[in-house]
């Protein structure tokens, strides 16, 4: 199974149930964690980023409901569905006001599951896309992703798909590391020891592509990655 990007955050404290779900996610290349509570799966949401919470609604200390309205204050972007055996049509409505993507009753069907799982991480994924800058400064060049361009006062060359992808990457961690690791996963849809290499060729060209500008420069980070330095302090 290709690993994903993608973590998702379990709180149900039914911890047979849960432990199931976390390994059939698992073996479906997700990255899970698993919280027995409320107020630590909502302490697991200030240590982590997450890109959909999985919830029950009956837990001690905070219940599902009363989690999901602390999340929308602190993540208000964060998806999130809910999983339980509540049935009542107040509680569905009650869900979705808070704005639950889901409400899936126990005793559900893990490929449905599945399904609404990757409906809703592939919507998330096309919004973080189109919010992504696509035309970069850097220094003094200009970098258009979506005409694969880049410039240089009145000179403006076209570069390759992956040369293309590579260096939005470095520009979107700009003055911060990029881990390699990471960064290979996002390129080629996994992690393999070949492809860094291939990746570390897109670098060393890119690192020439910006040489006519002294103060840029493309740092390699030993066994981590490689940082962007622009000169200039990042937007915080």
Do not use: W
């Amino acid at each position: 199974m290709i690993p994903k990007n993608e973590n998702i955050l379990i709180v149900e404290d039914d911890l047979n149930l849960g432990f199931l779900l976390m390994e059939f996610l698992e073996q479906e290349g997700y990255q899970v964690k698993l919280c027995r509570n409320g107020s630590s799966g909502l302490a697991q949401l200030e240590r982590d980023n997450y890109d959909l919470c999985i919830l029950d609604v009956m837990m001690p200390r905070l219940n599902g409901f009363q989690l999901a309205e602390k999340m929308r204050q602190s993540h208000p972007h964060l998806p999130f569905l809910f999983l339980t055996a509540r049935s009542l049509k107040e509680d569905k409505l009650r869900a979705y006001e808070i704005g639950a993507e889901d409400y899936v009753i126990k005793p559900f069907d893990e490929e449905v599951l599945l399904c609404k799982i990757k409906v809703i991480l592939r919507r998330r994924a096309h919004e973080k896309e189109a919010d992504r800058p696509t035309q970069f400064q850097i220094g003094r060049y200009f970098f258009d992703y979506n005409r694969q361009e880049l410039s240089f006062e009145d000179q403006t060359q076209r570069i390759t798909e992956k040369e293309n992808e590579v260096l939005r990457l470095l520009c979107l961690h700009e003055n911060q590391i990029l881990r390699r690791e990471e960064a290979v996963e996002q390129i080629y849809g996994k992690r393999d020891y070949f492809l860094g290499r291939s990746f570390d060729v897109f670098i060393s060209r890119i690192r020439k592509m910006l040489k006519q500008d002294p103060d840029i420069s493309i740092e390699n980070v030993f066994k981590v990655g490689f940082i962007l330095n622009t000169g200039k302090q990042r937007a915080q």
